[in-house]
């Protein structure tokens, strides 16, 4: 009844399955060709650019100032990070250093959002395992961030928040209120999430031992970010290269040897621990004095001229965002380009889930945080 | 007195057997009605017992708290399209939602379910080996699976009857083997262990306390029987979209959905009547329903818990521990049956 699509080289046949890109547990639009040796995975080949939406073009027919509004969709779960990115870029070519204290808002922003989106990641990795409960956990830690977000750019997942030479708008005690509370019960909340996930039996066997990412495998790929440091390489761009004020406050990069799914599960666990940690620090550190560049000022922001290139590379949550960007001299970009760690990070996934079962396949693949905003752009 | 007597009494009037004739048609009209409510009912409690869980509210638009909001989804999802893929075994396909609602019913019919107030006792079924009859309708409903896996022309949905054939036969062994240990113990008490009513009425202390541990083979059995997290393997919505019932829409998905919620609460059911004591309670020949009721769900609310809390199993996980755990255990349960029947005559 089911034709068998292919054949292997000794005359098994092997079922072809296409998972995606309407898939319920593919992450965004990613369409996995999946050959099938019973429940075993034979192939996999991941297929994307379903989300294309040009938008590194986008970004040459704009103005320096308007190209936020197109990171914000690449990584929509974490577009605070994106923003991060872009700017350091752009500010470094159009040279506008921005304030203190806008430098020390973007950093306490992107470590917000980092959380929320290790948050995503926590809850959509345990409903791709089957767990539907602690999803709603995450989301609903999630939320208080989500409001601390609104309340400072009046949205909820486009931000548009900070702009070339500095920030949107400033933030007032009421926001820094709201971050210090948030400070103040996550930690809690977060061990709760984690014990639901850590304390599970299944969860354990179905994730220790799981996708065994070796540390030169990782390397030849290209694979950043948790997943790296999961593998036991201790590389962080805000510890490598420290951008914004990342050389000012004292945290830890947490690493494991583990290599496995629940060595990832762990690090980003841990990385939310380290947020709050420097989230602390940070609250207190913020200077009084300008939020903006007064040389970046509303109508002057659209004559800033940048010639040369310049690449900036930050630390999104998914791992090392860089972006490169040429002027040619006139108020728009010659060109950018951008490196996408989950573009990256996708691409070892054929390695990975080879000979696993396909239950493991989603497991794994579960564990590398893909938004396809970002892969496809 | 039972309720088909009753209703013959009622109907006195239409003759010897008109009154039975008529008798027969509203008990089973009666029955159907107990049975939507009880699905109706089971998916509501889940709905909102989920939402309470996951820190949300659950249905709370249509009808007092909710509660017609599943009424509304039967009727939208009756007025619904049924597309039908093509390509598909036709009548394979058409006739597999059946199979499985109809194993259920049957299922529902054999319970005892005790006496009700003045209308005495409310059960349909009285057959001598309504144990073997019962597990007979259980072993239906996976067969309308299968067969929808097979006739969807679909990856997906072949794969999921796959799983469906690995669950049903690494699990049916225990599961029977731990109701054997009980009908031995039964049967030195009763002359038909077989019987679900004999079994039920014998249980002065509840079998779920000697045989505890064919209280808990049987429980997990149930649960991987009736196939919901953490043991949705047939259906498991992130491998295998929705596994064997992927192709299907509209009320022929209903079926499949009121089939597995269903089975929670028949297997729910079942676990009570043969290890809690079913209908026994106080002042039983009143309010043993309402015992068998109170029973059932705690059962259900504790499966509930299962499910919205552990993730998915792996399937060869899975069947390891059907063959390599639950047998064994289900083996020594039914020597330890057997030492306290026969050695300390319990």
Excluded at chain 1, 210 to 238: F, H, K, N, Q, W
Excluded at chain 2, 97 to 106: A, D, K, S
Excluded at chain 2, 327 to 334: G, K
Aim: glycine share 8%; hydrophobic share 45%; charged share 20%.
């Amino acid at each position: 009844m089911l034709k068998e699509d292919s054949e292997s080289a000794n005359g098994n046949k092997w079922v072809e399955l296409n998972m995606g890109p309407q898939h319920p547990s593919m992450h965004g639009v990613l369409r996995l060709r999946v050959k099938l040796d019973g429940e075993i995975v034979k192939e996999c080949e991941p297929i994307i650019g379903y989300l294309h939406r040009n938008a590194e073009k986008l970004c040459e027919l704009d103005y320096y100032c308007d190209a936020t509004v197109y990171f914000d969709r690449m990584d929509y779960v974490g577009a605070m990070n994106m923003e991060v990115g872009y700017l350091e870029a752009a500010e470094k070519l159009l040279d506008i250093p921005p304030p203190e204290r806008a430098q020390w808002i973007r950093l306490i922003m992107a470590e917000l959002n980092r959380i929320a989106a290790h948050l995503v990641w926590t809850g959509a990795f345990g409903l791709d395992l089957g767990m539907l409960t602690p999803f709603f956990y995450c989301f609903a830690e999630r939320e208080k961030i989500q409001r601390i977000f609104v309340d400072i750019s009046g949205s909820r997942q486009q931000l548009n928040y900070m702009s070339i030479g500095g920030v949107y708008q400033d933030i007032n005690d009421k926001i820094i209120y709201d971050i210090e509370q948030f400070i103040d019960q996550f930690p809690k909340k977060l061990e709760d999430i984690n014990k639901t996930f850590i304390k599970n039996d299944i969860f354990i066997s179905r994730n220790k031992g799981m996708g065994i990412l070796e540390p030169e495998v990782a390397l030849d790929y290209g694979v950043t970010g948790p997943m790296l440091r999961a593998s036991g390489i201790d590389y962080d761009i805000r510890k490598k290269e420290p951008y914004l004020m990342y050389d000012k406050v004292n945290f830890d990069v947490p690493v494991s040897y583990k290599k496995d799914n629940l060595a990832r599960y762990l690090v980003r666990i841990e990385e939310m621990r380290q947020s709050i940690k420097i989230l602390k620090q940070a609250i207190k550190k913020i200077p009084d004095g300008p939020y903006f560049n007064p040389k970046a000022k509303k109508p002057l922001m659209i004559r800033l001229r940048g010639d040369g290139d310049v690449y900036a590379r930050t630390e999104s949550s998914k791992g090392e965002f860089g972006v490169y960007l040429v002027g040619d001299g006139g108020v728009k970009p010659y060109r950018v380009r951008v490196r996408s760690p989950t573009f990256k990070n996708l691409s070892v996934a054929p390695v990975l889930v080879k000979d696993q079962m396909i239950a493991d396949l989603i497991a794994i693949l579960g564990t590398f945080d893909l938004v396809f905003g970002e892969i496809d752009r | 007195m039972n309720i088909l007597l009753r209703l013959a009494l009622f109907f006195a009037g239409a003759g010897h057997y008109g009154s039975y004739f008529l008798a027969y048609i509203f008990e089973t009209i009666f029955f159907m009605i107990f049975v939507a409510v009880v699905l109706i009912f089971t998916i509501y409690l889940f709905r909102k017992y989920m939402a309470r869980l996951q820190l949300r509210y659950g249905p709370n638009r249509v009808g007092k708290f909710g509660s017609l909001q599943l009424i509304a989804d039967a009727l939208k999802l009756m007025g619904k399209e049924s597309i039908l893929p093509s390509g598909r075994d036709d009548f394979a396909f058409r006739v597999a939602p059946l199979i499985v609602f109809i194993g259920l019913f049957v299922g529902f019919a054999i319970i005892p379910y005790g006496s009700f107030y003045w209308i005495g006792s409310l059960t349909i079924t009285h057959s001598n080996v309504s144990l073997l009859l019962i597990f007979g309708a259980l072993a239906i409903m996976p067969i309308g699976e299968i067969v929808a896996g097979a006739s969807s022309k679909n990856k997906y949905a072949v794969l999921g009857a796959l799983r469906g054939v690995a669950k049903d036969i690494s699990f049916e062994i225990p599961m029977m083997l731990s109701v054997i240990a009980l009908v031995m113990m039964a049967s030195a008490r009763t002359a038909n262990g077989l019987n679900l009513e004999d079994l039920t009425s014998v249980q002065f202390i509840p079998y779920g306390i000697p045989e505890v541990i064919g209280l808990f083979v049987f429980f997990i059995a149930m649960i991987a029987r009736a196939a919901y997290s953490p043991f949705d393997l047939g259906e498991s919505d992130s491998e295998l979209v929705s596994g064997y019932s992927t192709e299907y829409s509209g009320m022929r998905f209903g079926m499949f959905y009121m089939g597995l919620f269903g089975s929670i609460f028949l297997g729910s059911m079942l676990v009570s009547v043969l290890y809690l004591g079913g209908y026994n309670g106080p002042f039983s020949s009143y309010a043993g329903f309402i015992y068998l009721l109170i029973k059932t769900l705690i059962l259900v609310l504790v499966a509930f818990l299962v499910w919205l809390s552990i993730p998915r199993i792996r399937i060869d996980r899975f069947v390891n521990m059907g063959w390599k755990y639950l047998l064994p255990i289900a083996v020594i349960n039914l020597i330890i049956s057997g030492v306290l029947t026969l050695g300390l005559g319990i």
